[in-house]
């Protein structure tokens, strides 16, 4: 993925959010996760993004 194409996912991302609103964000995100998830197909790499995702947010 170029760093182009990063920025429109990142930007359509935020835009499919923004348009569901603040109560269904959630769930999508939990959605987009779980089918992120399936596609990737590797327990291990799932299981680091996980430990990076969450790192300096508590």
Sequence with gaps: MTDSE????Y????????ALGE?????FLA???LLSIIHVNDAA??????TDA???LD
């Excluded at 990063?6 to 996912?9: E, H, P």
């Excluded at 930007?11 to 923004?18: A, D, F, G, K, Q």
């Excluded at 790499?45 to 996980?50: A, C, G, S, T």
């Design 45 to 50: 790499r799932v299981d680091q993004w996980i």
């Design 31 to 33: 959605r987009f996760a």
């Design 11 to 18: 930007t359509r991302l935020c835009n499919t959010m923004t």
């Design 54 to 56: 969450a790192q300096d």
């Design 6 to 9: 990063l920025d429109a996912t």
């Design 23 to 27: 109560a269904v964000t959630p769930l």
